[in-house]
């Protein structure tokens, strides 16, 4: 919780001050100076649980849902670039799209459903052995040859469009009721049906 009161007319001491300090933390600083006063909630992501993505440098990614359980926020590692994003209504952070600045994120938070998209396959892999909470996740247009969700006990739907997987282990998927693989080779599918095909429960789609 912070607590902002009128404590001088100074403005552009103000501006100068905090400027420094946002460069200072590669933070965007937009140079103006906050007008309102009063006691509001800082909101803030968990940190114990994050999402490792393998990209390309200066693309556009698509976040189309996230939805955290704790937190009301995700943080995105990017580099020496920190950027947080807070839930817009209810559990749900609204679509946005995030342009990155090195060939490697992080997000952090405690997600429950987690949809990204990227044109152009560029997601080469994804690493969510750290969410052993989220479950949902939907990559579409991935491209993927790597994806780590080994630790997702909690997962129920799955899906991964336009993929180059050759192996995906399901064996901890104890909850997983749907899945759906499209893009992969045909050895590679095989590979993954028998994967798949232990759990009898699951609804698959090719």
Not at 29 to 35: Q, R
Not at 65 to 91: C, E, M, P, Y
Not at 157 to 162: A, G, S
Request: some cysteine; aromatic content about 10%; glycine content about 4%.
């Amino acid at each position: 919780t912070i607590k902002l009161v009128s404590t001088s007319d100074d403005s552009t001491r103000f501006r100068n001050t905090n400027a420094s300090i946002a460069t200072a933390k590669n933070w965007n600083w937009s140079g103006k100076a906050v007008t309102t006063v009063g006691t509001f909630n800082c909101e803030y992501p968990v940190m114990d649980y994050y999402i490792g993505i393998k990209t390309k440098k200066d693309v556009v990614l698509p976040f189309y849902q996230i939805n955290v359980n704790a937190g009301r926020a995700v943080l995105i590692k990017d580099g020496n670039f920190d950027t947080t994003i807070i839930v817009s209504s209810g559990d749900r952070i609204a679509a946005f799209n995030y342009k990155t600045k090195t060939d490697s994120i992080t997000v952090f938070g405690d997600i429950r459903r987690f949809y990204i998209s990227s044109t152009n396959a560029n997601i080469t892999g994804l690493d969510a052995n750290h969410m052993p909470y989220m479950n949902h996740l939907d990559l579409n247009n991935a491209n993927v040859t790597y994806l780590n969700i080994y630790n997702c006990s909690n997962l129920e739907w799955l899906r991964v469009n336009d993929h180059r997987l050759k192996t995906i282990d399901l064996r901890k998927m104890g909850k997983l009721k749907t899945v759906y693989l499209s893009g992969s080779s045909s050895a590679a599918t095989r590979t993954l049906t028998s994967a798949l095909i232990s759990n009898s429960s699951l609804n698959c789609f090719w």
